[in-house]
């Protein structure tokens, strides 16, 4: 089934082009064979994240990536904020992030949790390879770049 993915950018710290960000999920859904009609993924930053996290999860503060799974559509809400301060932690790059959360977030959707240890296992190991072919495909490399104040 062909998913339709559209995007909503309300976040200014980092410019992640619309046609890279619905790829990258095109191809993580068509590689699921995913059922869904619809899904949204909604660019953040860290103020929004916590409201959203404290709202649905009870839980303070921000998060990378939020996953909501409705009637045959999904919805992402992603921190680009966590993407820039995780990439310089992890020393990687913040399109790197941010294609990890995209990737992450549709794994939620389609039956992968990571409560357990061996749920975080399995879904890292899904994780893994589906960044592995992302990366030799060229879509892994979003052309994002954080505005002046994040970089560093």
Do not use: K, W
Request: some cysteine.
């Amino acid at each position: 089934m062909n998913t339709v993915v559209f995007t909503r950018n309300r976040q200014r710290r980092l410019r992640v082009p619309r046609a890279a960000l619905v790829r990258l999920a095109t191809r993580t859904l068509a590689r699921l064979d995913s059922t869904l009609a619809a899904l949204g993924i909604i660019l953040v930053n860290d103020a929004a994240m916590a409201g959203y996290n404290e709202q649905f999860h009870h839980r303070s503060g921000p998060t990378d990536v939020l996953a909501f799974h409705y009637e045959g559509m999904g919805e992402l809400i992603i921190s680009t904020e966590r993407a820039i301060a995780n990439a310089r932690r992890f020393r990687t790059t913040p399109a790197r992030e941010l294609a990890l959360y995209v990737i992450h977030g549709i794994l939620h959707l389609h039956g992968y949790d990571d409560r357990t240890p061996a749920q975080r296992r399995r879904m890292r190991a899904a994780e893994r390879r589906f960044m592995a072919t992302v990366e030799t495909t060229g879509v892994c490399q979003l052309p994002c770049r954080a505005r002046s104040r994040c970089s560093g």
